[in-house]
């Protein structure tokens, strides 16, 4: 019965969202909500913000129906389902909650698209959020004592705005940021559902079926983007999920290494993030200020197309977060392997990345001061964070 119900959310949400995206091309363009060519931004034709809108609304739709229908128990309600109904009016409200501050995420994102917010503005939001939720969850726990909680707490909090702002980095070409979404929730609700959680890994299906049916309109050339009001979302949801998903449970064919899944499955976002912010340091810039620098960019540099280079970034999350689902049966040793792969990964990445740049610079291709292919460096004038978040725009 299980895997028919969430084939069921993951069917509607896709079908939803394929809807509410081809409203969103329709409908954003009236609210001034377009993303324009031009500067650093590489897309051709003006095109339309609203996927994000979509997304969330899609989300909105499936899991408040679906939580409409369970709970009002009708006659031909399994009982199978039925007999989790305590445990889904138990973590209903949590998971109502959660999702209540990624939709004020969303707004913020939003107001961004249309009128451009400081990047001030936007992390103190953020961090007031994840502050909220914090407060009423109590964030990771790490397998450490109550006297570690501020600890814990804080890092949390870090860890999803973290998140929040590493897919509004991802957000810069078109299907990157949707596809790594979608391979990382899909390795979230794996993960957990091997260990026996249910109510996480249903929302999770439902972001999986939205965001493929957002990527029908977004994969290139994009006709639709997510804009920062997407971005946002995402990372926050996915950021809060994996707080309050289980990926290890206590028992003797059970182990604690599954806490560590969310670091490999976001390994990627994370080292576009990480990169790219030394990188804007090391040139006497903002981290905010929008350049040509990211992973997806300086793939597209090294001579791939768009397409491949989104393709081998996704092939790399998979790849790198894959270990995540032995975790949980993992001792000490093994858990260290799965780590240890994914980091020689990401090194394998950096090495053929620097490799590169030596080669280009033997050859006079690339800037010396800065060690980046000319393709991939800032104007000379300065803006806030690019409210694109587009398929081919830069953030």
């Given at each position: 019965?299980?895997?028919?119900v969430g084939?069921?959310?993951?069917?509607?949400?896709?079908?939803?969202?394929?809807?509410?995206?081809?409203?969103?091309?329709?409908?954003?363009?009236?609210?001034?909500?377009?993303?324009?060519p031009?500067?650093?931004k590489?897309?051709q034709?003006p095109?339309?913000?609203?996927?994000g809108?979509?997304?969330?609304l899609t989300?909105?739709?499936?899991?408040?129906?679906?939580?409409?229908?369970?709970?009002?128990?009708?006659?031909w309600?399994?009982?199978?389902l039925?007999?989790?109904?305590g445990?889904?009016?138990?973590?209903?409200?949590?998971?109502?909650?959660?999702?209540?501050?990624?939709?004020?995420v969303m707004v913020?994102g939003l107001l961004?698209?249309?009128?451009?917010?400081g990047?001030k503005?936007?992390?103190?939001?953020q961090?007031?959020?994840?502050t909220?939720f914090?407060?009423?969850?109590?964030?990771?726990t790490?397998?450490?004592?109550?006297?570690?909680?501020?600890?814990?707490?804080?890092?949390t909090?870090?860890?999803?705005?973290?998140l929040?702002?590493?897919?509004?980095?991802?957000?810069?070409?078109?299907?990157?940021?949707?596809?790594?979404?979608?391979?990382?929730?899909?390795?979230?609700?794996?993960?957990?559902?091997?260990?026996?959680?249910?109510?996480?890994?249903?929302?999770?299906?439902?972001l999986?079926?939205?965001?493929?049916?957002?990527?029908?309109?977004?994969?290139?050339p994009?006709?639709?983007?997510?804009?920062?009001a997407?971005?946002?979302?995402?990372?926050?949801?996915?950021?809060?999920?994996?707080?309050?998903?289980?990926?290890?449970?206590?028992?003797?064919?059970?182990?604690?290494?599954?806490?560590?899944a969310?670091?490999?499955?976001?390994?990627v976002?994370?080292?576009?993030?990480v990169?790219v912010?030394?990188?804007?340091?090391?040139?006497?810039?903002s981290?905010?200020?929008?350049?040509?620098?990211?992973?997806?960019?300086r793939?597209?540099?090294?001579?791939?197309?768009?397409?491949?280079?989104?393709?081998?970034i996704?092939?790399?999350t998979?790849?790198?977060?894959l270990?995540?689902?032995l975790?949980?049966?993992l001792?000490?040793?093994?858990?260290?392997?799965?780590v240890?792969q994914?980091?020689?990964?990401?090194?394998?990445?950096?090495v053929?990345?620097?490799?590169?740049v030596r080669?280009?610079?033997r050859n006079?291709e690339?800037?010396?001061?800065?060690?980046?292919?000319?393709?991939?460096?800032?104007?000379?004038?300065?803006?806030?964070?690019?409210r694109?978040?587009?398929?081919a725009g830069?953030?």
């Amino acid at each position: 019965m299980f895997p028919v119900v969430g084939a069921a959310l993951l069917l509607s949400a896709f079908a939803l969202s394929v809807l509410f995206c081809g409203l969103a091309r329709v409908a954003a363009p009236r609210f001034g909500l377009v993303d324009r060519p031009g500067g650093r931004k590489a897309h051709q034709r003006p095109t339309p913000l609203g996927g994000g809108v979509a997304i969330w609304l899609t989300m909105a739709w499936v899991l408040g129906l679906g939580a409409a229908v369970v709970l009002g128990k009708p006659a031909w309600l399994p009982d199978e389902l039925t007999r989790h109904l305590g445990g889904l009016r138990e973590r209903g409200g949590e998971l109502a909650w959660i999702l209540a501050l990624a939709s004020a995420v969303m707004v913020m994102g939003l107001l961004d698209d249309r009128f451009g917010l400081g990047w001030k503005l936007r992390l103190g939001v953020q961090f007031a959020l994840a502050t909220v939720f914090v407060v009423r969850w109590g964030g990771f726990t790490l397998f450490l004592p109550p006297g570690f909680r501020p600890l814990t707490g804080a890092l949390t909090v870090v860890w999803i705005v973290g998140l929040t702002n590493s897919f509004n980095f991802l957000d810069n070409m078109d299907g990157l940021a949707a596809s790594v979404g979608l391979i990382a929730a899909a390795l979230f609700a794996t993960a957990q559902v091997m260990v026996g959680s249910l109510f996480v890994p249903a929302v999770l299906l439902v972001l999986i079926g939205a965001l493929a049916g957002f990527l029908v309109h977004n994969h290139y050339p994009a006709r639709l983007f997510m804009g920062d009001a997407g971005s946002n979302y995402l990372g926050f949801l996915l950021g809060a999920l994996t707080v309050t998903g289980t990926f290890t449970r206590y028992g003797p064919e059970f182990t604690r290494y599954g806490v560590l899944a969310p670091l490999l499955v976001m390994a990627v976002p994370l080292y576009d993030t990480v990169s790219v912010i030394m990188i804007r340091l090391r040139e006497g810039r903002s981290p905010f200020q929008a350049d040509r620098s990211h992973f997806s960019h300086r793939l597209v540099d090294r001579g791939l197309s768009p397409v491949r280079a989104v393709g081998t970034i996704d092939l790399v999350t998979l790849a790198g977060g894959l270990g995540t689902l032995l975790l949980h049966r993992l001792g000490p040793f093994g858990a260290s392997v799965v780590v240890a792969q994914t980091v020689c990964l990401l090194g394998v990445v950096a090495v053929l990345e620097v490799s590169t740049v030596r080669s280009e610079r033997r050859n006079g291709e690339a800037k010396p001061e800065s060690g980046l292919p000319r393709a991939a460096q800032s104007e000379p004038e300065t803006e806030p964070e690019s409210r694109a978040g587009t398929g081919a725009g830069v953030v």
